[in-house]
Nanobody
Framework: QVQLVESGGGLVQPGGSLRLSCAAS????????MGWYRQAPGKQRELVAT???????NYVDSVKGRFIISRDNAKNTVSLQMNSLKPEDTAVYYC???????????????WGQGTQVTVSS
């Protein structure tokens, strides 16, 4: 059974930094894409950043130049370095992985439980 576990959320002042990490564990044959999504109160969940197995990245426009996504394929982990944080970055951040649990199984999407990020003075 696949599990994604996030860590690193918390309270930070505007302009500050936080680093989120996510580790995938369990039966994993291959991870294709890993990413971070977020959901603010009263809003839909939105994509923040994704990274493929070969390191290609994609960011939502609102975080470009401030957030950096990285990945360790050997450890099945993905991180999100968040700099110059703004109050509008406040949300629950979810780790996401598009992976194949076993060679004979199809690809599927898995989610972590979420970690709260609050940007406030």
């Amino acid at each position: 059974q696949v599990q994604l576990v996030e860590s690193g959320g918390g309270l930070v002042q505007p302009g500050g930094s936080l680093r989120l990490s996510c580790a995938a564990s369990g039966s994993i044959f291959k991870i294709y894409v890993m990413g971070w999504y977020r959901q603010a109160p009263g809003k839909q969940r939105e994509l923040v950043a994704t990274i493929t197995s070969d390191g290609s990245t994609n960011y939502v426009d609102s975080v470009k130049g401030r957030f950096i996504i990285s990945r360790d394929n050997a450890k099945n982990t993905v991180s999100l370095q968040m700099n110059s944080l703004k109050p509008e970055d406040t949300a629950v951040y979810y780790c996401n992985a598009d992976l194949q649990p076993e060679r004979w199984m199809r690809r599927d999407t898995y989610w972590g439980q979420g970690t709260q990020v609050t940007v406030s003075s």
